[in-house]
């Protein structure tokens, strides 16, 4: 055992090809950019039309669970910071089963973030080229699909440069991007309507508290918090991991939430009275202020000035995010090829550390989920589910860490993580529920057509790691009783009628059982996790050299 205890504390896993060239600032930048998206352009408005200004209390609830998340996040990206951390946790602690599933969630939602970025920006430049967006049918036009291959393919290319001068790029755009909109806050506050709290006769919270929780996953509340652990898909290029990783995650997070509170606060406030006669609601799809919301409210105050900053401030913000968010899925890839799960080509790296291969199939795949979801909002429920599936790894993963290498070293360790890691998995569980059976059922087909693919590649690879079922068999009732559990349930999501899910469970107790099912796979999951002497050997394979083929990588 003594010498078990000196591998756990000692061993770590290990990526070859990348260099540790990002320091606090471009790591904590790294998350806040991804923060710091194109959610603030349109889900402080859409979540006032879905829940009145009670949306406020969404934002509030989604900080916490973000936090708690992020918290954990931290504890983990400092313990093992390896590239695309988010997708091989899952992979250490529960070994291939869990880590085919929870990689494939990390990478879904990063290669999705690009194409809802550049839609995001052809949205917005639509007031000058209305050619880009069809505001009746809330669709990308012909030329919005043009003009988003080549900002994909300009995300692309930007990121082939080596991550020292990409981490100035990217630092230099999200100084602007946290910058434009603390200046929105302070701006809009002089243009404040204390009345509009409670508009149209409708109160405060016209739709009760469902609609709140709804609305934290469907209108964009958690995609805007997202990215968060974006310095943990980095964390295989971070310098001094151990301090810098755990600090970047947490400063980015609480400067995310306070702008993001902030932010739907003031949108609530300054928007003109007099298109409240039937409060938010009543706004036409059509009208600017939905459209493209917080430049058409400047704009209306007589802003003109500060209307046209925030139409230039709607192609830095996305450009920004899906810039990093590039990198973060070339990075997922390649650690999904250290677990063998994607073919050994996606670890190629050229002289500068770039995983090029895994940059270009990013750009590759992120093309695929054009078409079939043709604007901002029909991706963004897609790309809720993913990130939350992939966070709901990270307590489940943690809990397994503290049992089996309790001695391994954790620069950051969370306090109370027994009780906040099924916390955390709970919350997590509740987002999935909130979102909708409907949308959760599209995801069902994603992951399908994901296990299928992975299926093959790994079929192809004669040193594949073996299926640990075992340790994995919580994971097919979860999903499963997930999906389930919100047929039965009151959320339906989407515009379909007849909704798809029953009701047949009433609410508030379709919460009970959430939070229930959601205590039962965690403690399931802990009770089930690898052995230790099982997961020290994949974190040994973890840091042994991969079989590289001749890339220009000094080994």
């Not at 020292?164 to 302070?186: D, G, H, M």
């Not at 809009?188 to 609305?215: D, L, R, T």
């Not at 306090?415 to 997590?428: E, H, I, K, N, S």
């Not at 515009?495 to 609410?507: E, H, K, L, S």
Request: aromatic residues 14%; positive net charge; glycine residues 10%.
């Amino acid at each position: 055992m003594a010498s078990e205890s000196v591998t756990a504390v000692e061993t770590r896993p290990a990526d070859v090809g990348l260099r540790r060239e990002v320091g606090l600032i471009g790591a904590t930048w790294a998350s806040e950019t991804s923060i710091i998206g194109s959610g603030w352009l349109f889900a402080g408005m859409a979540a006032v039309v879905a829940a009145g200004p009670a949306a406020i209390y969404g934002w509030l609830i989604g900080a916490v669970v973000v936090i708690v998340l992020a918290l954990t996040y931290a504890e983990l990206g400092a313990m093992y910071p390896v590239a695309g951390g988010a997708g091989r946790f899952p992979h250490l602690a529960f070994g291939s089963v869990a880590g085919i599933s929870f990689g494939f969630f990390s990478w879904l939602q990063a290669v999705t973030v690009a194409p809802v970025e550049c839609f995001a920006v052809m949205q917005y430049a639509s007031y000058y080229w209305p050619s880009l967006y069809n505001p009746h049918k809330a669709v990308t036009t012909g030329w919005g699909f043009f003009w988003t291959i080549v900002l994909m393919a300009a995300f692309t290319a930007i990121n082939f440069l080596a991550v020292r001068l990409f981490a100035r790029v990217n630092s230099a755009i999200t100084w602007w991007k946290v910058a434009i909109p603390v200046l929105t806050i302070i701006i809009f506050f002089f243009h404040f309507h204390p009345g509009n709290f409670s508009p149209g006769g409708g109160g405060f919270m016209p739709f009760g508290i469902k609609a709140v929780f709804a609305a934290i996953p469907s209108v964009g509340i958690v995609f805007s918090y997202l990215g968060f652990e974006q310095a943990d898909q980095l964390a295989g290029e971070v310098k001094n991991p151990a301090r810098n990783l755990p600090l970047a995650i947490i400063i980015a997070v609480l400067i995310g939430s306070a702008i993001y509170i902030l932010l739907q606060i003031v949108i609530i406030g300054a928007t003109p009275p007099n298109l409240l006669h039937h409060g938010f609601q009543g706004i036409p799809s059509t009208n600017p202020v939905i459209v493209y919301p917080f430049a058409a409210v400047a704009g209306l105050a007589g802003l003109g000035f500060w209307a046209t900053i925030l139409h230039i401030d709607a192609f830095i913000s996305p450009f920004g995010t899906g810039l990093i968010y590039q990198t973060s899925t070339s990075r997922v890839g390649y650690g999904l090829a250290r677990n063998r799960y994607f073919p050994q080509v996606f670890q190629w790296t050229d002289r500068n550390g770039v995983p090029w291969f895994s940059l270009i199939m990013a750009f590759v795949f992120g093309l695929v989920f054009l078409l079939p979801f043709p604007s901002w909002k029909s991706l963004v429920e897609l790309i809720t589910l993913a990130s939350v599936l992939m966070y709901a790894g990270a307590p489940l993963s943690l809990g397994a860490f503290r049992k089996q290498v309790p001695d391994a070293s954790r620069p950051y360790r969370l306090p109370w993580a027994a009780v906040l890691a099924p916390l955390g998995f709970v919350m997590a569980n509740l987002l999935i529920y909130w979102t909708g059976v409907e949308a959760i059922v599209k995801f069902g087909v994603c992951i399908v057509i994901g296990y299928i693919i992975i299926g093959i590649f790994m079929a192809l690879d004669p040193q594949r790691p073996p299926l640990d079922w075992k340790s994995a068999q919580w994971l097919p009732v979860y999903l499963i009783g997930m999906g389930i559990i919100s047929w039965q349930g009151q959320f339906s999501g989407g515009a379909v009628a007849p909704p798809v899910n029953t009701g047949r469970i009433p609410f508030w107790w379709d919460l009970v059982v959430v939070v229930g099912f959601s205590l039962i796979i965690y403690y399931w999951a802990q009770w089930v996790r690898l052995p230790r002497r099982e997961m020290l050997l994949l974190v040994e394979k973890q840091g042994a050299m991969p079989d590289l083929p001749e890339t220009g990588l000094k080994h």
